[in-house]
């Protein structure tokens, strides 16, 4: 029994998150999302007490996706240039696998929803940047690297450049794709985000 239901959230999961890829711009509802799924709203509302709970679901698997990988970056390369690259580009390559979670990324399906799945998306976004500050701040401490512009200048730059590139792939609801042109752009970044001491 407990086996079905866990499959059925993760359904409901993976329908919301295929109809946020497939519908771009689109309000999504609970009604249209039952139907996705082949249950009643009643059904969607036994495995979820409210639409807003479902959209949790999904941050917490992007949290869970993308954190775990860090962590396992951070435990398995040394070295600044090529952590900071890696960081980054899991995040580009995680949004373009996943184009639906982008408009969560962006915040752009979350319009008229709780105020709390807002703030969800900015921890998220703050605790990459926190992960980002602490790697720079190392890159003195290991390698005699000093930030061009400062920890807290430098990783700033970088998450305004992953959501930049992220919020584009929505824009360009999904054609144009966040890890195109991505090693071109960060040859010419990291050339001038660290100098040495």
């Known amino acids: 029994m407990t086996t079905k239901k866990i499959d ?3 359904q409901i999961l993976q329908s919301l998150a295929q109809m946020l890829e497939s519908s771009p711009g689109a309000r999504i509802t609970t009604a249209a999302l039952a139907k996705q799924v082949g249950v009643s709203e009643a059904a969607l509302y036994r495995h ?8 949790e679901g999904l941050i917490e698997f992007i949290e869970e996706t993308i954190f775990s990988r860090i962590n396992l970056i951070l435990h398995e390369e040394s070295q600044v240039n090529a952590r900071l690259h890696m960081i980054l580009s899991l995040v580009l390559g995680f949004a373009e696998q996943n184009p639906g979670m982008c408009r969560l990324l962006t ?3 979350l319009a ?34 000093k930030a061009t512009a400062g920890v807290a200048a430098n990783a700033e730059l970088l998450i305004a450049i992953i959501e930049g590139k992220v919020r584009q792939y929505v824009r360009s609801e999904f054609k144009n794709k966040p890890t195109t042109m ?3 752009q960060w040859n010419a970044i990291v050339k001038n985000l660290m100098v040495s001491r």
């Open 182 to 184: 991505w090693a071109e």
């Open 48 to 55: 979820f007490p409210s639409k807003a709970k479902m959209f």
């Open 107 to 109: 915040g752009d399906v």
């Open 112 to 145: 008229g929803e709780t105020e709390r799945l807002r703030t969800r998306i900015c921890q998220l976004f703050d605790r990459i940047e926190t992960q980002l500050k602490q790697v720079i701040r190392e890159a003195d401490l290991k390698e005699g690297l």
């Open 8 to 10: 059925r959230r993760t």
